[in-house]
Nanobody
């Protein structure tokens, strides 16, 4: 059973940086697609960044492109998110997700992922 554990969230000020990490265990391999999602209070969960299992190229939401960098270590089974120049609108619970079956066109759809971590809170004060 795949198990995902996020860490690295916190309370920061506008313009600060954070590095989020997701440790994966339980048989996850490079054949899994992995991604970061986030959910702000009163809003739907949205795609942030991730990798499809068929490609080493990352995909990003337009709202974070140029500020966030996602990386994957297939030896350590880790997915990381370097978040720079944080803005108040980045405040959310950030989730790590994985799937062995989703197709590329579904990478940004949260319903396509079968495995989720518990989430880590990121709060950006203005």
């Amino acid at each position: 059973q795949v198990h995902l554990v996020e860490s690295g969230g916190g309370l920061v000020q506008t313009g600060d940086s954070l590095r989020l990490s997701c440790a994966a265990s339980g048989g996850i391999t490079p054949r899994y697609s992995m991604a970061w999602f986030r959910q702000a209070p009163g809003k739907e969960r949205e795609f942030v960044a991730g990798f499809h299992r068929t490609s080493s190229s990352p995909y990003y939401a337009d709202s974070v492109k140029g500020r966030f960098t996602v990386s994957r270590d297939n030896v350590k089974n880790m997915l990381s998110l370097q978040a720079n120049n944080l803005l108040p609108e980045d405040t959310a619970v950030y989730y790590c997700a994985a799937s062995s079956t989703l197709i590329l066109s579904s990478l940004r759809s949260d319903v396509s992922y079968g495995y989720w971590g518990q989430g880590t809170q990121v709060t950006v004060s203005s």
